[in-house]
């Protein structure tokens, strides 16, 4: 009997992950978390369907709904941050991390502590805090699985020869825009950036993939998982999303990982890992798949990926581009500016903080990232003017 938890049970990552192991009916998991937001009613019916221990929302005014929902069963119920973490640090042995954000730190923390398997779907953790991360997963012993599928693909590549690797080839589809001039870049809709050509996606990370903000912030975890220098770490888009990504040797060889664009895919070998089990997702039809296209990204389009590489540095970089990128999309989102601007103020926010001293703890991570997030939203009603 397997003891899983799912962080962020609610969001597309989740749901997927639900999928993943009610498809895997001959396999025996017990569930000990799930947590949400302010999805009840789906929070409570996943805690139904997969019997969960406890389940948790964020938000701290919905605990009565949350018990409410729960009623007849013996699901235990809590809201809030601290119940959060304190769900998270319940033995289990293996974890997903999905929660969107920065409230994804705390909580995938507490389950690194606990020297449990976490696949890692949650970017902002490496981004925000890779450094502090990857120190307590090595004290606790935890086993670390990437989820993000290119990042997934790359774990798949090396195998057993990381010490080869020469460089690691991120790929991305350009979202709806890689043809789109500047012109109309300005000019784009919430509605159109969401609608994102082969993913299905939440709207946070559609609009991200169409602003390769979501690459930026993937160039960053890899930089952090790999270890390797960011001169190591190429993007290509690839509109049709078969390949993943890609990784090169010394001896000139590149492996690619090639499957559908389906999260289920690097959920499935994240759970099942070190073994392969089946998943019922689509099977590659190769006689189908008339071409495969890549090209390099246009930075002046997509400067997002630009500012990724300014925050591959020793210190609080990646928390800085990380908390502005969140007040960036959040204006966005409410119309206060233009899509060209998130990158903008991304990256005037990152000027005006450069500097700050390495944070060696969690609270340093959060001060930090208030100081981005201040200074974001204080350039807003700039954009915004």
Known sequence: MRRISILGATGSIGANTVKVVEAMEDEAFQTVTVTGHS??????????????EVAVTADPTRLEDLREALEGTDIEAA?????????????????????VGAAGLAP??????????IALANKETLVAAGHLFLAEVEKSGATLLPVDSEHNALFQCMAAERGQMERLILTASGGPFRNHSLDQMRAVTVAEAVAHPN???????????ASMFNKSLEMIEAWHLFDVTPQQIEVLVHPQSIVHSMVGFCDGTV???????????????SLNYPDRRHLPVERLDFAKLSRLDFQAPDLERFPAMG????????????????????????AFIAG?????????????????????PVATSLDDIYEVDAQARQVGAELVGRFAA
């Open 255 to 269: 492996m690619a990982h090639l499957g559908p664009p389906d999260m289920r895919v690097a959920i499935g070998h």
């Open 108 to 117: 995938t923390l507490a389950a690194a502590r606990t020297g449990a398997t």
């Open 307 to 330: 500012l990724a590489r300014e925050a591959m540095v020793p210190g609080v970089a990646g928390c800085v581009l990380n908390g502005a990128h969140e007040v960036a999309l959040d």
């Open 39 to 52: 999805n009840i009613v789906e929070l409570a019916a996943i805690a139904r369907r997969l019997r969960a």
């Open 199 to 209: 993913w299905s996606m939440g709207q946070r990370i559609s609009i991200d993939s």
């Open 336 to 356: 206060q500016i233009g899509f060209l601007d998130m990158a903008h103020l991304v990256g005037e926010t990152m000027g005006r903080l450069d500097g700050l």
């Open 79 to 99: 809201a809030g941050p601290e119940a959060l973490v304190e769900a998270a640090s319940r033995p289990a042995d293996w974890v997903m991390s999905s929660i």
